[in-house]
């Protein structure tokens, strides 16, 4: 498995900022994803709010949503790929009128949206979804997007041992905070396959798997890897903190051509793209 820790890649002051204009400007605009973990994803109309009200978060999707830290996360996985490129499909800081209508409904419970509204929210995300196949599928290209979201995890939350999904290739964490020593458990767990590793599970049992680093949370410490068939990794289950985890979870994943790094994958793990239409 290739990845690498970068100590203090931010400085703990602007951590503790972009914790509290966090917590200031977006408290009612995340979702609830898997073991009760809450996400604000990074082309919402929520996060839309939190880069418009708070200058240190647009500052950072700035600097995470361009070339010069793609080429960090490439140099330090030594990844030499030069058909890769940057675009911007889900993202926009000025979407149309159709456009914010659409990602406003799909922030919704489907139970909650009117006839009307549910047969434009069907028809809109179909045109999406076929613009994004012919505009990333048909080039010689490999057309990645920044994908990522604020994450917020508390007791309880864990992840099985998985790699990532699909259109995920560049991987990275960064953690916002430290969790305190009354706790147990919430770090980052990197596995090494123990059978066969040219036929690798993309959700293996854990007893074929051996331990090759357990990470903690640091604050601002980031982690990366990428996402090839034995980036085998895990969370485990926290417990007892009186703190909750706070972290950004991205990647530069690929929208419209197959990750070629999983060729030696056994299973398929879909990219859930809706989170971030």
């Excluded at 820790?5 to 966090?22: S, W, Y």
């Amino acid at each position: 498995m290739d990845y690498k820790i970068l100590e203090n890649f931010i400085d703990e002051k602007t951590c503790i900022k972009l914790i509290a204009d966090a917590k200031k400007y977006s408290s009612n605009d995340n979702l609830k994803v898997q073991n009760n973990r809450s996400i604000l994803p990074s082309s919402s109309i929520g996060f839309l709010n939190l880069l418009d009200k708070s200058n240190v978060w647009k500052k950072l999707h700035e600097y995470l949503n361009s070339e010069t830290f793609l080429k960090i996360l490439q140099n330090e996985l030594k990844i030499k790929d030069k058909n890769i490129s940057i675009t911007n499909f889900f993202f926009t800081n000025k979407p149309s009128y159709l456009l914010k209508k659409y990602k406003t409904l799909n922030s919704k419970k489907i139970s909650t949206i009117g006839t009307n509204g549910l047969l434009f929210y069907l028809f809109f995300k179909f045109y999406r979804f076929i613009q994004r196949k012919i505009k990333y599928s048909f080039t010689s290209r490999k057309f990645v997007e920044l994908l990522y979201d604020y994450s917020i995890s508390p007791n309880g939350y864990f992840r099985e041992i998985h790699r990532d999904s699909d259109s995920r290739t560049i991987v990275f964490l960064i953690y916002l905070n430290q969790l305190k020593k009354n706790g147990s458990c919430g770090e980052l767990n990197l596995f090494k396959y123990s059978k066969d590793n040219n036929n690798i599970p993309s959700q293996p049992h854990t007893k074929d798997c051996t331990l090759i680093e357990s990470i903690p949370p640091k604050t601002g410490r980031l982690v990366t890897f990428l996402n090839s068939h034995d980036s085998l990794h895990s969370v485990s289950k926290m417990e007892n903190y009186s703190e909750l985890r706070h972290f950004l979870y991205g990647s530069f994943t690929l929208l419209g051509k197959k990750n070629s790094f999983l060729k030696n994958s056994i299973g398929s793990l879909k990219t859930n793209f809706n989170i971030f239409d």
